[in-house]
């Protein structure tokens, strides 16, 4: 693939990359930003409570930027869900959508019957926009993550912030436009199709996420009441383990059984202990790469379809 077919594609994308591309920039360095001057406020508002006495007013002036550091990465974090889907929907749909729409598709055709290479070479820059694009909101997001103002990360973030962060976002990215260009090919027409696409991928996430959560739900297991918060696990909700046979019982299911106790006050009945109900968080990274996996084989899919359809296609 030359350079000129890269230039070519960048020159169509114009107006749309710039702003998109701006947009990236001042999202990463403000979340960058944003993590930094956190951490060191919070460094510094620790210091200061180290040095005063409990329940001392001294460090409310140091506090007082936390308050507005969280409301700023809480919009980082938010940003950083939402950008795969405006980056697949307005750099993936006009890749074939604005040829067939502009009456350019026929002519590119006619000289060139290579209609697979014709594809790849729009396809492939604005993929590698994409991926640079996720990968850098995705940092900016993990930064944030591990930067929080007021609750710290002792055993690792686990699954906080699930959906912003380096993991996620680029894999997202990248699926959202496969799936644009997809639909942008089967319509030709961009606002049809750009309506389409979102409407697709908000269906797509919202069956992603609830077979997910069923998936994690069935796999969740024990996890100690200290360590639930601790160690970023996702939790569900807080059951009885039998300390001998390690057999687990809901609140609920107790409450009804109504088992008598010699001390109601007690966190637990004798020969129980109170637990969570979640996936650890250190099972984090295995959860991405489930997910990452099913996304990658939906594009996968996507992509080898849209190939047949420009292959068989007849400009409108």
Known sequence: MTWRAWRLTFRMQGLVLWLLGGAVVVLTVGSVLVAWQTHETRAAFDVCLAGVAPGSNACQSISAPLNDLSLWGGTAKLAAQWMPLILGLFLGVPVVAREIEGRTAAMAWALDPGRGRWLLQR???VLAVVLVAGILIGIGGEL????????????GAGF??????????????IAVLVLGIAIGTLVPRQLPALLLTGGATLGLFM??????????QAEAEPIPIDHGYEAGAHLYEQVFQDDATGALISTAEFDQQQVPTDNPEASAPPGMTRVWLGVPGEKYGLWVLRESGILLGLTVLVGAATLVLVRRRRPA
């Open 123 to 125: 396809t492939l820059p």
């Open 144 to 155: 944030v993550t591990l930067a929080p103002p007021f609750q710290e990360h002792p055993l």
């Open 207 to 216: 069956a992603l996420t609830l077979g997910m959560g069923a998936w994690m």
């Open 160 to 173: 906080s912030d699930y959906g912003s962060r380096l993991g996620q976002v680029p894999v997202r990215a």
